[in-house]
């Protein structure tokens, strides 16, 4: 150990000159002059000079590339996970480093169209739509055997709606003065909603008059042909009553295949898990004094553990007149792995405490104590 050069006191930091393991910021000013300054600070917290520093500074400007990574890491990791339902399916060929990110309901609504598929008002399963022959006096029909008739699996055909439900009321109202020559006419006619609307005459009759009827025909039907109805168990359909004649029932039905269905899409490059969100190393120019005071202490936690780990391949070593002496290298590594620990701890809990939830809660809490300090305040008196 004692031939290899240690930390001499000072050092330069020279871009491109391969002094850091990956160059991530080795062309950033800033990170060029507080190079030569950690390493000052870690030497100097280490001992030196009173004590020799078995370091040199590439191993102490690894050390500070490493801390300042981590720092990134940490958090544009809170920033994701603020984000990522807002992010995931984005593009991810744009760096986002730097960018304010608005959130939006777009992966909300995605996940959700699963439950409009199952309730019929859209989603990604597709509803298809049949019909079978009603014959005279036969009450009950198998489906699934009509299914396999056209074309579908055996059990996979699930029904969604019968349209047993007559035409609508409107198409029914009969308008008992129409066409009697006392003046009512279908003036709608001309905007072809005549087949829609019962005809008028010049006196605009309240739209509640239309409403009320259409109300009367539909508690007719509910009341008096309450009896017109069906019932459907494991794709089996009984009629209600038994048919009369030969008609035609349609029905909408899914293919339960259509569930187990994987959505993809294959247009551009697009995010689809956290490691795809497309953030980068942090530029350290814009890492504020909190910041960088933060990773001047995890550099040296691990400058501390690196030490730690050279001493402990020399446990003891022999001092002039024949005595030994045992290095501290168990207690650089016990003392770097707790401030390691505690500084992410500090870091992830200054994150969390300005994370988008914590702050609306601050926000709230601080208006709730706004009126009620106000309230305190004796209202004015104005006399007239």
Request: hydrophobic fraction near 35%; include cysteine; glycine fraction near 8%.
């Given at each position: 150990m004692a031939d290899i050069a240690i930390w001499p006191g000072s050092s330069s930091f020279q871009s491109g000159s391969g002094d850091t393991p990956f160059g991530f910021y080795d062309g950033d000013v800033d990170f060029q002059r507080d190079a030569d300054k950690v390493t000052v600070f870690?030497?100097?917290?280490?001992?030196?000079?009173?004590?020799?520093?078995?370091?040199?500074?590439?191993?102490?400007?690894?050390?500070?590339?490493?801390?300042?990574?981590?720092?990134?890491?940490?958090?544009?990791?809170?920033?994701?996970?603020?984000?990522?339902?807002?992010?995931?399916?984005?593009?991810?060929?744009?760096?986002?480093?730097?960018?304010?990110?608005?959130?939006?309901?777009?992966?909300?609504?995605?996940?959700?169209e699963q439950y409009g598929s199952e309730a019929g008002t859209g989603g990604n399963i597709e509803y298809r739509t049949g019909s079978i022959a009603l014959t005279q006096s036969v009450q009950n029909y198998d489906l699934e055997a009509w299914a396999v008739n056209n074309g579908l699996t055996e059990g996979d055909l699930e029904i969604k709606r019968i349209f047993y439900e007559p035409s609508p009321a409107i198409v029914r109202f009969f308008d008992p003065y129409a066409g009697t020559?006392?003046?009512?006419?279908?003036?709608?006619?001309?905007?072809?909603?005549?087949?829609?609307?019962?005809?008028?005459?010049?006196?605009?009759?309240?739209?509640?008059?239309?409403?009320?009827?259409?109300?009367?025909?539909?508690?007719?039907?509910?009341?008096?042909?309450?009896?017109?109805?069906?019932?459907?168990?494991?794709?089996?359909?009984?009629?209600f009553p038994i048919p009369i004649k030969d008609e035609t029932l349609h029905f909408e039905y899914i293919k339960k295949s259509d569930r187990s269905q994987v959505i993809t899409q294959t247009s551009g490059s697009v995010i689809t898990n956290p490691s795809e969100?497309?953030?980068?190393?942090?530029?350290?120019?814009?890492?504020?004094?909190?910041?960088?005071?933060?990773?001047?202490?995890?550099?040296?936690?691990?400058?501390?553990?690196?030490?730690?780990?050279?001493?402990?391949?020399?446990?003891?070593?022999?001092?002039?007149?024949?005595?030994?002496?045992?290095l501290n290298h168990a207690d650089l590594l016990s003392l770097a792995k707790d401030e390691k620990y505690k500084l992410l701890e500090e870091l992830r809990d200054m994150l969390e405490r300005t994370s988008r939830n914590k702050q609306l809660e601050k926000k709230s809490t601080e208006s709730d104590m706004l009126r009620k300090e106000l309230s305190n305040i004796p209202l004015t008196i104005y006399v007239k």
């Amino acid at each position: 150990m004692a031939d290899i050069a240690i930390w001499p006191g000072s050092s330069s930091f020279q871009s491109g000159s391969g002094d850091t393991p990956f160059g991530f910021y080795d062309g950033d000013v800033d990170f060029q002059r507080d190079a030569d300054k950690v390493t000052v600070f870690c030497a100097r917290r280490l001992g030196y000079p009173i004590t020799d520093t078995e370091l040199q500074e590439l191993n102490i400007y690894a050390c500070f590339e490493e801390a300042i990574t981590t720092y990134g890491n940490e958090v544009y990791l809170w920033k994701l996970q603020e984000n990522y339902l807002s992010l995931e399916g984005a593009p991810s060929d744009q760096n986002l480093n730097g960018q304010l990110i608005t959130p939006n309901q777009g992966t909300v609504i995605r996940i959700a169209e699963q439950y409009g598929s199952e309730a019929g008002t859209g989603g990604n399963i597709e509803y298809r739509t049949g019909s079978i022959a009603l014959t005279q006096s036969v009450q009950n029909y198998d489906l699934e055997a009509w299914a396999v008739n056209n074309g579908l699996t055996e059990g996979d055909l699930e029904i969604k709606r019968i349209f047993y439900e007559p035409s609508p009321a409107i198409v029914r109202f009969f308008d008992p003065y129409a066409g009697t020559g006392t003046g009512v006419q279908t003036l709608l006619e001309s905007f072809g909603f005549g087949n829609f609307s019962p005809g008028i005459n010049f006196l605009l009759m309240p739209i509640s008059y239309d409403v009320q009827k259409l109300q009367a025909i539909e508690l007719n039907d509910q009341v008096r042909k309450s009896n017109y109805t069906f019932q459907l168990r494991n794709n089996k359909l009984k009629i209600f009553p038994i048919p009369i004649k030969d008609e035609t029932l349609h029905f909408e039905y899914i293919k339960k295949s259509d569930r187990s269905q994987v959505i993809t899409q294959t247009s551009g490059s697009v995010i689809t898990n956290p490691s795809e969100v497309p953030y980068d190393n942090p530029t350290y120019a814009n890492i504020n004094s909190i910041g960088r005071q933060w990773i001047f202490k995890y550099t040296l936690a691990l400058v501390r553990e690196t030490l730690g780990l050279i001493r402990g391949k020399h446990q003891q070593i022999v001092l002039p007149g024949g005595d030994t002496t045992t290095l501290n290298h168990a207690d650089l590594l016990s003392l770097a792995k707790d401030e390691k620990y505690k500084l992410l701890e500090e870091l992830r809990d200054m994150l969390e405490r300005t994370s988008r939830n914590k702050q609306l809660e601050k926000k709230s809490t601080e208006s709730d104590m706004l009126r009620k300090e106000l309230s305190n305040i004796p209202l004015t008196i104005y006399v007239k």
